[in-house]
């Protein structure tokens, strides 16, 4: 069974950075981590979860939502299993719980559009201060 685990999250000031890591484990032998889109999505205060951005296993595509495009960036490297969201200029409506997703044989725009998922991690909380 997948699991996949956030981390990085923390208190940062408005207009600062961090970075989100998503760390992966639990695969099927040969079927690593480059089978899968993995997402983020986040949970603000009273509001429904929504994604943020996805990419896909193989090819690197990406999907990000109007709101963050620009100021987040998904990257990872299936080498270490692990998933990155890069935040710049965060927001104070960035506040939310971060969750890391996965779900094989899904395109980013699917995953993220449709909310496409399979797995879920517990989420880290990232807070903006002003």
């Known amino acids: 069974q997948l699991q996949v685990v956030e981390s990085g999250g923390g208190l940062v000031q408005v207009g600062g950075s961090l970075r989100l890591s998503c760390t992966a484990s639990?695969?099927?032998?040969?079927?690593?981590?480059?089978?899968?889109?993995v997402g983020w999505f986040r949970q603000a205060p009273g509001k429904e979860r929504e994604a943020v951005s996805c990419?896909?296993?193989?090819?690197?595509?990406?999907h990000y939502v109007d709101s963050v495009r620009g100021r987040f960036t998904i990257s990872r490297d299936n080498t270490k299993n692990t998933i990155y969201l890069q935040i710049s200029n965060v927001k104070p409506e960035d506040t939310a719980v971060y969750y890391c997703?996965?779900?094989?044989?899904?395109?980013?725009?699917?995953?993220?559009?449709?909310?496409?998922?399979?797995?879920w991690g517990q989420g880290t909380q990232v807070t903006v201060s002003p």
């Open positions: 997703a996965a779900r094989p044989f899904t395109t980013a725009q699917s995953m993220c559009t449709m909310n496409l998922v399979d797995h």
């Open positions: 639990g695969f099927t032998p040969g079927f690593g981590l480059n089978y899968y889109t």
């Open positions: 990419i896909h296993g193989t090819d690197g595509s990406t």
